[in-house]
């Protein structure tokens, strides 16, 4: 069966840094492009950053560019999303996921549980 399951998680103050882990098993790893989304409360979910199978081309929305770095390591079959100066819209679940598709298009054929994070100001 797939898994993705997230952590690092928690909560920290604005300002802080905070790296999440994306671990995939069950799938090959390398033949996916992965994704980090996040969903506030009230707030739809939204694409956070996306990275192509090898890890060469990357996408990040404007509100975290410059500040998250999304990077994978296919021999340990994880996906990170490096979070620094975190703001408090940021605070969300965030959640990885995998596409056999396009790293922009989808579909995201897989989906982790998630991990919080909470920024306090």
């Known amino acids: 069966q797939v898994q993705l399951v997230e952590s690092g998680g928690g909560l920290v103050q604005a300002g802080a840094p905070l790296r999440l882990s994306c671990a995939a098993s069950?799938?090959?790893?390398?033949?996916?492009?992965m994704g980090w989304f996040r969903q506030a409360p009230g707030k739809e979910r939204e694409v956070v950053a996306t990275i192509t199978r090898n890890g060469a081309g990357t996408y990040y929305t404007d509100s975290v560019k410059g500040r998250f770095t999304i990077s994978r390591d296919n021999a340990k079959n994880t996906v990170y999303l490096q979070m620094n100066s975190l703001k408090p819209e940021d605070t969300a679940m965030y959640y990885c996921?995998?596409?056999?598709?396009?790293?922009?298009?989808?579909?995201?054929?897989?989906w982790g549980q998630g991990t919080q994070v909470t920024v306090s100001s």
């Open positions: 996921a995998a596409t056999a598709g396009s790293s922009r298009g989808g579909p995201w054929n897989y």
């Open positions: 069950g799938l090959t790893f390398s033949a996916y492009a």
